[in-house]
């Protein structure tokens, strides 16, 4: 789990990825699609996709003569579940932090 969500977060690192993946949330495309709002290579561009494709977060389809990329919904599930695991700890933090301020400002809730 630890090297997937490693990929992962190594893939989303890189704007040109993100903005991939942004394109791809809209739905398939090709590497010509995909490279046409950067000034990138087409070569370029298929470096991006490979790391976005090891990383689990799209993969490629095949459709007559072209190989349109999807975006893959499962790993950014695993990006958003390892984030979850935290979200107990932040709500904890903040509500500690509220508590703080309002017996500060004289506001005892209590």
Known sequence: MDDKLDAIFSALADPTRRA???RLANGKATVAELADPFELSQPAISKHLKVLEQAGLIRSGRE???RPRVLEPTA?????????DYRGFW???FDRLDD???KVQGYDND
Request: charged fraction near 15%; glycine fraction near 4%.
């Open 64 to 66: 007559a003569n072209s």
């Open 20 to 22: 991939i993946l942004g």
């Open 91 to 93: 709500d904890q933090s």
């Open 100 to 102: 703080y301020l309002s």
């Open 76 to 84: 950014l599930k695993t990006v958003a579940d390892w984030i979850a």
